[in-house]
């Protein structure tokens, strides 16, 4: 294969991925400003999303699998914390400006973009 028609392929398949850092949901969230900075009695707080892992202060889980559907990333995580570890199922999908987050057996939470 020449250098060209190489470069040619190289180019195309770069183009083909997904670009993870125009999507709305990277970045970091809590529930509310406070939390933002880990004040107001809520230490859980924030999240860190980016296209490889999602960060909390005490829990962190690695991206093993993930899609989309519409606007909405699936994720399959491997979750570590506390001693714990366990493979976790997440749904994150924008609500306005908001992040709603969706995992495991757990209540969906509404987060809000920390500045």
């Keep these: 294969m020449s250098r060209n028609a190489l470069g040619l392929a190289m180019g195309a398949l ?3 991925t997904p670009a ?3 999507e709305p949901w990277i970045g970091r969230w809590a529930p509310d400003i406070k939390a933002c900075n880990g004040t107001g009695g809520n230490a859980l707080w924030p999240l860190q999303v980016t296209p490889l892992a999602l960060k909390w202060p005490a829990t962190h889980c690695t991206v093993h699998k993930s899609y989309k559907v519409g606007q909405a990333w699936h994720v399959g995580a ?4 506390d001693g714990v570890v366990s493979m976790v199922p997440m749904r994150l999908q924008m609500r306005g400006d908001r992040l709603v987050l969706d995992w ?8 809000r973009r920390c500045p």
Aim: aromatic share 6%.
């Design 14 to 16: 770069l183009g083909a």
């Design 104 to 111: 495991g057996r757990a209540r969906a939470e509404e987060l």
């Design 20 to 22: 993870f850092a125009a």
């Design 78 to 81: 491997r979750c570590s914390g």
